[in-house]
């Protein structure tokens, strides 16, 4: 199976501040298809994960543009230009490249 | 606007079968993809499943001995059957649904229901 392994477990950050999570996978994430399938939830308490971004750079209808992915092969960031109060939570990364899709451990972002 | 829900049991003895539904609005399941995840207490996400709207199905190969995924096209609604239950299947299980084009992830998830194996 993939491994992600996203850092840092939990950010401390600073409203207006930038912030940034690392998510680094064992294997290459390109797919046959030439697409790579990785992409970033946001998941407040008590709430389901909501997607903010898919294929690596693909913001999701609705989402921010304060929120950005990037990176490739096995090498993957989000970044939030300006963090919001309503930006807390759980963030995760997932793959889909291969099967089992596979999920990072989350990184907890506070303010 | 596309809601997905979650329904079954919250508590199954070990040995019996988990049973779950997902009642879909607001789409067709026949037009999509559907996946099944759980989340143990304390744990990360896991990946159960997906069932197509014309029946692909691909499973965790993990759980593929034990879990049945299908469709009930007259009632709009995913199911997911988890055989041999354990503690180790106490989880919240969610169903989700694949972003279309496809693009490898989930668009809408369900607010997912807590099952205990006990």
């Known amino acids: 199976d993939i491994v992600l392994t996203q850092s840092p477990l939990s950010s401390p950050v600073t409203l207006g501040q930038p912030a940034s999570i690392s998510c680094r996978s064992s294997?290459?994430?390109?797919?046959?298809?030439?697409?790579?399938?990785l992409s970033w939830f946001q998941q407040r308490p008590g709430q389901p994960p909501r997607l903010l971004i898919y294929?690596?750079?693909n913001r999701f209808s609705g989402v921010p543009d304060r929120f950005s992915g990037s990176g490739a092969g096995t090498d993957f960031t989000l970044k939030i230009s300006r963090v919001e109060a309503e930006d807390v939570g759980l963030y995760y990364c997932?793959?889909?490249?291969?099967?089992?899709?596979?999920f990072g451990g989350g990184t907890k972002v506070e303010i | 606007q596309v809601q997905l829900q979650e329904s079954g049991p919250r508590l199954v003895k070990p040995s019996e079968t988990l049973s779950l539904t997902c009642n879909v609005s607001?789409?067709?399941?026949?037009?999509?993809?559907w996946g099944w995840l759980r989340q143990p207490p304390g744990e990360g996400l896991e990946w159960i499943g997906y069932?197509?709207?014309?029946?692909?199905?691909n499973y965790n190969p993990s759980l593929k001995s034990r879990v049945t995924l299908s469709l009930d096209t007259s009632n709009n609604q995913v199911s997911l059957n988890l055989r041999s239950v354990t503690a180790a299947d106490t989880a919240v299980y969610s169903c989700?649904?694949?972003?279309?084009?496809?693009?490898?992830?989930?668009?809408?998830w369900g607010q997912g229901t807590m099952v205990t194996v006990s």
């Open positions: 294997q290459s994430l390109v797919d046959s298809d030439g697409n790579t399938y």
């Open positions: 069932i197509s709207g014309s029946g692909n199905i």
């Open positions: 607001g789409a067709s399941i026949s037009s999509y993809y």
């Open positions: 997932m793959q889909a490249t291969q099967v089992p899709v596979t």
């Open positions: 989700a649904r694949h972003l279309y084009p496809p693009a490898g992830t989930y668009d809408m």
């Open positions: 294929k690596v750079s």
